[in-house]
């Protein structure tokens, strides 16, 4: 993966653990091809600001971690990649988020289908109380992706595939999703992400209410799944975050503290805050 070097000098040691203001995200930030870039975004709930000039590239078909103690910020900063955040009532956004160069907080921009091509899978399994064939059809219906009953099928069929669920599924697609087990309920709901062709997937701590072999295959899948789009996971598991994504960037206190590589960040971190969280000294 292209990406472009913004610093070399390791910041001096911080025996509180606290970061200037005034302190840039080390490590490599941007890409020469990235999907989606974020400038200087802040995002607040009322008062409080809660995201602190936040600086990053996310590349084509990358899979990027984001790792960080609880309330951090990192979820926050996630769900404001496709306006999640507009359905928090006091929440506000600023900064420059883009696509394709597409300002995705322009004032005219259809965020229903923004949510279309930028999917989202959440914490806990949320199949619709519906059939296993209807959730994954929903949106496809609701775009109007599918023109015939024989499209909608192949839409069906080809989504469950690309989420490892169709052979598990195939004979009882008109049972409730809601029946199927944690993991599967998380596969569906990831069929029922890529059923709208997204561009990106988003994913905020996708395997944190499964069992252990139920997140190893959502594991594989976000591999399989990185050939065709592009994804960001925050996960509380930092175990998860070396074996599954290209690059991890550290959230502290609201602050984007470094962007690595996966494997640098967890053998040899640039910043002494990156290296105390993952050593276990606080989090």
């Given at each position: 993966?292209?990406?472009?070097?913004?610093?070399?000098?390791?910041?001096?040691?911080?025996?509180t653990l606290e970061i200037s203001e005034h302190q840039a995200t080390v490590g490599h930030c941007f890409s020469d091809n990235a999907k989606m870039t974020m400038r200087?975004?802040?995002?607040?709930?009322?008062?409080?600001?809660?995201?602190?000039?936040?600086?990053?590239?996310?590349?084509?078909?990358?899979?990027?971690?984001?790792?960080?103690?609880?309330?951090?910020?990192?979820?926050?900063?996630?769900?404001?990649?496709?306006?999640?955040?507009?359905?928090?009532?006091?929440?506000?956004?600023?900064?420059?988020?883009?696509?394709?160069?597409?300002?995705?907080?322009?004032?005219?921009?259809?965020?229903?289908?923004?949510?279309?091509?930028?999917?989202?899978?959440?914490?806990?399994?949320?199949?619709?109380?519906?059939?296993?064939?209807?959730?994954?059809?929903?949106?496809?219906?609701?775009?109007?992706?599918?023109?015939?009953?024989?499209?909608?099928?192949?839409?069906?069929?080809?989504?469950?595939?690309?989420?490892?669920?169709?052979?598990?599924?195939?004979?009882?697609?008109?049972?409730?999703?809601?029946?199927?087990?944690?993991?599967?309920?998380?596969?569906?709901?990831?069929?029922?992400?890529?059923?709208?062709?997204?561009?990106?997937?988003?994913?905020?701590?996708?395997?944190?209410?499964?069992?252990?072999?139920?997140?190893?295959?959502?594991?594989?899948?976000?591999?399989?799944?990185?050939?065709?789009?592009?994804?960001?996971?925050?996960?509380?598991?930092?175990?998860?975050?070396?074996r599954v994504s290209h690059r991890t960037a550290y959230f502290h206190l609201g602050r984007l503290i470094e962007v690595n590589p996966t494997e640098q960040v967890f053998?040899?971190?640039?910043?002494?805050?990156?290296?105390?969280?993952?050593?276990?000294?606080?989090?």
């Amino acid at each position: 993966m292209n990406v472009k070097r913004e610093t070399t000098a390791k910041p001096a040691v911080m025996d509180t653990l606290e970061i200037s203001e005034h302190q840039a995200t080390v490590g490599h930030c941007f890409s020469d091809n990235a999907k989606m870039t974020m400038r200087n975004v802040n995002v607040f709930y009322g008062e409080k600001q809660a995201i602190f000039d936040v600086n990053v590239d996310i590349a084509k078909n990358e899979v990027i971690a984001m790792i960080g103690p609880s309330g951090c910020g990192k979820s926050t900063f996630l769900r404001s990649l496709n306006r999640m955040n507009d359905t928090v009532e006091g929440c506000r956004v600023e900064g420059d988020v883009r696509m394709d160069g597409e300002d995705l907080y322009a004032p005219k921009l259809d965020v229903v289908e923004l949510r279309a091509r930028v999917g989202m899978v959440f914490q806990k399994p949320n199949p619709f109380p519906k059939t296993i064939y209807d959730n994954v059809a929903y949106g496809p219906k609701i775009h109007g992706l599918a023109d015939t009953r024989v499209d909608l099928d192949e839409i069906v069929e080809n989504s469950l595939r690309k989420a490892s669920l169709w052979e598990e599924v195939k004979e009882r697609l008109h049972q409730s999703g809601t029946g199927l087990s944690g993991g599967q309920q998380q596969r569906l709901c990831i069929a029922r992400a890529i059923a709208v062709s997204p561009e990106v997937i988003l994913m905020d701590e996708p395997c944190s209410a499964l069992d252990p072999i139920a997140t190893a295959k959502i594991e594989e899948l976000i591999e399989e799944l990185s050939e065709n789009f592009t994804i960001a996971i925050v996960t509380h598991s930092m175990q998860q975050a070396a074996r599954v994504s290209h690059r991890t960037a550290y959230f502290h206190l609201g602050r984007l503290i470094e962007v690595n590589p996966t494997e640098q960040v967890f053998t040899m971190p640039e910043h002494d805050l990156t290296e105390a969280y993952i050593t276990g000294r606080f989090g």
